[in-house]
């Protein structure tokens, strides 16, 4: 598995979540892992610790913002003390319930810097580009929630 350090596609994945979620570079590759090893069983931390070739508490700042963000879970085997660590199953939602929150709020914000403007004669943007700009919010918003009804759905059929 330590092959997937290697691959360019980690390298872009990593940079990916550096670049769009901010992730601390150590970070970014280690959630990248996890994306790449995608096992039910997870890692555990001596494991990652010695992949990775890093200091026990950049290892454990890198998890604890990975659980705080909900990216990914932890978990103890049955009989067993040490935590394992894997992708949050439920990850694809909680991403999209973010983007859907981001964009009703986006959208309320505009609506109402709409009605402002429309008050101020010193306008940036004609009101139809605000009407555009909304009704694109509104649109995306939609296909979004339709998409969670279904990973919901989805979830809840195949939860083990």
């Known amino acids: 598995m330590e092959d997937v ?5 980690y390298k ?5 979540y550096e670049k769009y979620y901010k992730l601390q570079p150590l970070t970014a ?15 555990t931390f001596d494991f990652l ?19 705080e963000l909900n990216f990914i879970e932890d ?13 949050n199953k439920k990850l694809f939602l909680m991403r999209l319930l973010d983007v859907e929150e981001r964009l009703i709020s986006e959208r309320n914000v505009y609506l109402k810097l709409k009605d402002y403007k429309m008050t ?22 939609t296909s979004i929630e339709n998409t969670i009804q279904n ?10």
């Open 120 to 141: 101020n004669s010193n306008q940036m943007f004609k009101p139809e580009t605000f009407d555009l700009y909304i009704e694109h919010l509104a649109e995306v918003t």
């Open 29 to 43: 590759k280690v959630y990248s892992f996890f994306i790449f090893n995608n096992c039910q069983d997870g890692l």
């Open 75 to 87: 978990f103890k085997n049955e009989n067993e003390r040490k935590r394992h660590f894997r992708i």
């Open 151 to 160: 990973l919901n759905i989805y979830i809840s059929k195949n939860e083990n």
């Open 5 to 9: 350090l290697e691959l360019e596609l």
């Open 49 to 67: 610790v010695d992949t990775f070739q890093v200091s026990k508490s950049s290892m454990s700042h890198s998890i604890n913002t990975l659980i």
């Open 12 to 16: 872009e994945v990593t940079a990916h």
